[in-house]
């Protein structure tokens, strides 16, 4: 997801046709005939050459692992009541931006241009289902509560309102299938960009044509997934880096007896903001993220 500031000229519906009226959308569009014939879905654009971003071995992720989960229970130590959940979120995200940081620079020497395609305005990753951790829907419901404007706060708690009531319960693929912009993106930017979930951190696509695909071809592109052995253009440091993050996170949660257990994020954030005494909540063993659950996917149609 976009990790460079957009350009605010962009909106989020400029970027959607933008992508979709890309070179490469065009030239793979179906011909009528065909489809009259048989629905096929068009084919992806070509992966990019191969990354300079090498993953690390596992040993250091796991290193990262246990960084992250005594980091958020430091911060949870120091941090003020009723904003300690929060700021194990936090603690842990600065620690995996920091890493990927340095892995960034590592990849990029100095004067080097980077392979990394998102930029501005480009936020076709940012129509999908989305997964946080409880501690990081309280993260984002606190950054909203100190950073936003009264006029914000009402803007983004209705935008959260209506895609909640149109996204509850559907599975990955029928989220995706809707093409709803997520209920934090504004002008094309995300605007709670410090606070996302790392989920978000961890998408990097060397291919804005691919994104873009993707968008438009939502089936297609799961199919596309599901085939490759690789993981096409997107970025595997990051995503691992992320991961071994929200690994120790969610150990430092469950060992402090905070539900871990990965939510939806729009529903999430919208309880996160309506309940007053989160925290406590939490702390409690209260099931107050119940409804944030995600869904399960459908089983497979039986063979006919
Ligand atoms: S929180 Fe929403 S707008 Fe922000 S990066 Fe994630 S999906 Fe995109």
């Known amino acids: 997801m976009p990790d460079v500031e957009p350009n605010p000229k962009f909106s989020a519906s400029d970027s959607v046709v933008f992508l979709a009226t890309h070179p490469r959308s065009a030239a793979m569009a179906v011909p009528a005939a065909v489809v009259r014939e048989k629905p096929v879905e068009p084919a992806p654009p070509p992966p990019p050459a191969p990354s300079a971003y090498v993953a690390a071995d596992a040993a250091s992720y796991r290193h990262l692992e246990t960084a992250a989960y005594y980091r958020a229970l430091d911060a949870a130590r120091s941090a ?11 603690s842990v995200h600065a620690l995996a931006d920091e890493v990927w940081a340095s892995v960034r620079a590592d990849a990029e020497p100095a004067g080097q241009r980077s392979e990394i395609a998102c930029g501005a305005g480009c936020a076709a990753c940012c129509h999908q289902l989305v997964t946080v951790a409880p501690v990081e829907a309280a993260a984002i419901a606190l ?8 006029e914000q706060r009402k803007d983004v708690a209705e935008r959260i309102s209506t895609l909640d009531a149109a996204t509850r319960g559907k599975t990955a693929i029928e989220r995706t299938r809707l093409r709803l912009p997520c209920a934090f993106l504004e002008g094309g930017r995300c605007s709670i960009y410090e606070a996302r979930p790392l989920r978000c951190r961890a998408v990097h696509s060397r291919d804005a044509g691919h994104c873009g695909w993707a968008l438009v071809n939502p089936d297609a592109a799961t199919q596309d997934r599901a085939a490759r052995a690789d993981s096409g253009p997107f970025l595997v440091a990051p995503a691992k880096i992320m991961d071994a993050a929200l690994t120790g996170l969610a150990r430092a949660c469950r060992s402090t007896a905070i539900d871990g257990e990965s ?22 063993g209260d099931p107050v993220f119940a409804a944030a659950a995600l869904p399960t996917p459908a089983p497979p149609e039986p063979a006919s």
């Open 80 to 90: 003020p009541a009723g904003e300690r959940i929060a700021t194990m979120a936090r």
């Open 143 to 150: 950054f909203v509560a100190q950073r936003f404007t009264p």
């Open 263 to 284: 939510l939806e994020l729009t529903a999430a954030v919208r309880i996160a903001l309506a309940v007053p005494d989160l925290e406590d909540n939490l702390k409690n």
